[in-house]
């Protein structure tokens, strides 16, 4: 699935590979889903897809970008993953969008996780924003079990949305201490 040098990621279950021009139909699946994208009153437009993979592919010289995730064993969309930086900021933030039919089955939490990775271990990023609709209860749950700390509100997108910041010291940290023998104390 390589094409032209581009920066793929994959986890046990998953790779995750940067969108390409012809990956409009994929990309306005996640986009369009209404039950995805549920704060826009209007449909994503197909125009505003096509940018989006413009200026993915245009942060893929700095590693940074969307990434479509499918699933390794079937080859099936699962949904995207992205890196980039936060609406006028130089702040990198970290999202996910997964197609309903695929919730609960820990595929966000692999692919966040990857991406964390990537961010932090690869690129050597300070920190990763997140930026979450107060509603979106599954990935507040989500970000606060990856380690992001909240640090206010910001709007965003016209919508006031919770601010969040995971501190490259404070994830390293949380690698070491995930990886310690575990201690039998019965």
Do not use: C
């Amino acid at each position: 699935m390589q094409r032209d040098g581009s920066l793929h990621l994959q986890t046990q279950r998953l790779l995750l590979r940067p969108l390409w021009p012809d990956d409009l139909p994929l990309a306005a699946q996640i986009m369009r889903n209404p039950r995805i994208v549920f704060w826009r009153k209007k449909r994503v437009s197909l125009n505003e897809i096509r940018a989006g993979i413009k200026r993915s592919k245009k942060m893929n010289d700095w590693g940074l970008g969307w990434w479509l995730i499918f699933d390794l064993q079937s080859n099936r969309l699962v949904g995207s993953a992205m890196l980039q930086p936060l609406e006028n900021t130089f702040e990198i933030e970290i999202g996910y969008h997964i197609l309903p039919e695929f919730w609960g089955h820990g595929y966000a939490s692999e692919a966040a996780r990857q991406v964390l990775a990537h961010g932090f271990e690869i690129l050597g990023l300070p920190n990763i924003r997140a930026v979450i609709l107060p509603r979106n209860r599954p990935s507040l749950r989500l970000i606060e079990k990856l380690g992001f700390g909240q640090r206010g509100t910001l709007l965003h997108v016209n919508l006031l949305h919770r601010y969040f910041k995971l501190e490259r010291a404070a994830y390293i940290e949380r690698q070491q201490i995930s990886h310690l023998p575990k201690i039998d104390t019965s």
